[in-house]
């Protein structure tokens, strides 16, 4: 629902003040309505009385009136586990013979209060809404209103793995043994192979499960793993290390004049990657520029996760930066290394462990103001990965400020039961039109079930209801399982929060 300002208060309350006369005028002629009488059943405003020993700033939670459908309600639900049983109320109204507050009660019987004689009454929202009804000063205008104290049946800031998590990958390989999938201009493009037939799917909405597969001939030695993207073109090697490209979403490939053994990412047009010596050293190098310098011996040669690529305030140039990985020697690395346009170094100073071909991928976090205003941060999370002892890992890790710091996740962020560990996967994220009536192809799985908004259902008929909304998934593609096969499945995941309906 809309939070209306003072001018659509007045507006709605006239609507329903000619509604009003109208049916009176219908049903009998004579009883005609004082036009200030209808503003005196109007809630002006509504407020939960400070409480500290419930919840800090409990008298600065907002709360919306909605004139329209006679309802009142706080469009930020509080904390997950906030006592609503007994809190303390404020109102004003313009001038009411009848303020009654009536709460159902845990025997069945229903328990009023009469807001006029007795504000200080701590009223009992857990048992849902309780009703206020009002009644003019003149006794000729009633009006009922629902008032609500969300409060969340989970936390709200956790990724929470959906209840319509899974579906197949996108291709027509039955057996596959190689899948990838990278962003390409604003589409998931996914590549399958066995190694004799290979197929790539486009699509722009891998909400809707809707996409185009097409049968390709890869080239000789296609490393599919390898695909990268830049903001023209996709990317990838063969097993000799020669660089190939394509600029029709991989259905056609042609060889340029440049070698790389493992391709990091795209930088702009650029791309970034190493190139292997024939004395075993590895050098950095770049298309179209060339070789610019030698790796140091603690930094990724291979297996790292997609780069991550950001513009920030405080840089010029756009920083590209990957996790993990595995060094010269083979082992493991445990740090983000990032390029800044100049030259690469390690930015993580601790937090995370040491493995090759974990997902590295930005996403979202929420934080809460002092008055309860939730405001959405930016986050990074990593996980999965082959460690040292060849075990993989399963911890969601996170960091706020852009790589250098992290922490495991919290209990929520964890990845469920019901979602392999994996390595090697790729991880997408698509902002894409979520649907409350469209038909999923997604397959449930056995995990807790999705909260929903505890808001109440906008009925209003001046304003068409909210049917679909733009929400961020992310989407893990391919990848290695424990067990040594290859994940054919598509999991997805999101904030709590992005899955609950817009309040209109």
């Not at 939670?61 to 006679?70: C, E, G, K, M, P």
């Not at 201009?185 to 790539?200: I, L, P």
């Not at 469920?416 to 560990?421: E, H, L």
Request: aromatic fraction near 10%; proline fraction near 4%; glycine fraction near 8%.
């Amino acid at each position: 629902m809309k939070r209306y300002n003072p001018l659509y208060l007045l507006f709605f309350a006239f609507c329903g003040l000619v509604a009003f006369t109208a049916c009176n005028d219908s049903d009998n002629g004579d009883d005609i309505v004082d036009d200030s009488a209808e503003f005196a059943v109007m809630v002006k405003t509504f407020s939960l009385n400070a409480d500290d020993s419930i919840l800090s700033n409990l008298d600065q939670v907002y709360f919306s009136i909605d004139l329209n459908t006679a309802t009142v309600f706080n469009a930020d639900s509080l904390p997950l586990g906030t006592r609503v049983d007994s809190l303390g109320v404020s109102m004003t109204f313009s001038s009411v013979s009848v303020a009654d507050i009536t709460m159902p009660g845990s025997d069945g019987k229903d328990t009023v209060v009469n807001y006029l004689e007795s504000t200080s009454h701590a009223i009992d929202f857990s048992r849902g809404y309780v009703s206020l009804h009002l009644v003019s000063a003149n006794e000729k205008v009633e009006r009922d209103y629902r008032i609500f104290v969300n409060v969340h049946k989970m936390k709200p800031d956790s990724l929470a793995w959906g209840n319509a998590s899974w579906c197949a990958f996108p291709t027509t390989i039955s057996d596959p043994s190689a899948l990838h999938a990278v962003d390409f201009a604003g589409k998931a493009v996914c590549f399958a192979t066995d190694g004799s037939s290979s197929t790539v799917a486009v699509s722009s909405n891998p909400a809707n499960n809707d996409w185009q597969v097409s049968q390709v001939t890869l080239p000789a030695g296609f490393v599919v793993n390898s695909v990268i993207a830049t903001s023209d073109a996709l990317y990838a090697r063969d097993g000799n290390d020669n660089l190939l490209k394509s600029t029709d979403c991989g259905l056609t490939w042609t060889s340029v004049d440049a070698k790389m053994s493992h391709l990091y990412g795209g930088y702009g047009t650029t791309v970034l990657g190493v190139l292997r010596q024939s004395d075993e050293t590895y050098s950095y190098v770049s298309y179209p520029e060339g070789i610019s310098g030698a790796v140091l011996s603690s930094a990724p040669v291979e297996a790292t996760s997609a780069a991550v690529t950001y513009v920030s305030e405080w840089s010029v140039e756009p920083m590209l930066m990957v996790f993990g990985g595995k060094n010269a020697a083979g082992q493991p690395v445990g740090a983000v290394w990032a390029f800044d346009g100049s030259g690469w170094a390690a930015i993580s100073s601790s937090g995370l462990p040491a493995v090759a071909g974990p997902v590295l991928v930005p996403y979202f976090s929420f934080k809460s103001g002092d008055n309860w205003v939730v405001t959405r941060q930016t986050a990074l999370l990593a996980f999965g990965g082959t460690q040292a002892d060849g075990t993989l890992s399963r911890t969601v890790y996170i960091s706020y400020d852009r790589g250098a710091n992290w922490t495991n996740a919290g209990e929520l962020m964890q990845l469920p039961v019901g979602i392999p560990t994996l390595s090697g996967a790729s991880a997408l994220v698509f902002e894409n039109t979520i649907s409350s009536r469209a038909a999923s192809a997604w397959r449930s799985i056995e995990l807790p079930v999705m909260s929903q908004w505890l808001s109440v259902k906008n009925v209003s008929k001046g304003v068409k209801p909210i049917e679909s909304w733009e929400c961020p998934y992310i989407y893990l593609f391919g990848g290695t399982a424990d067990s040594g096969e290859i994940n054919t499945r598509v999991w997805r995941g999101v904030i709590n929060r992005l899955m609950f309906k817009p309040l209109q």
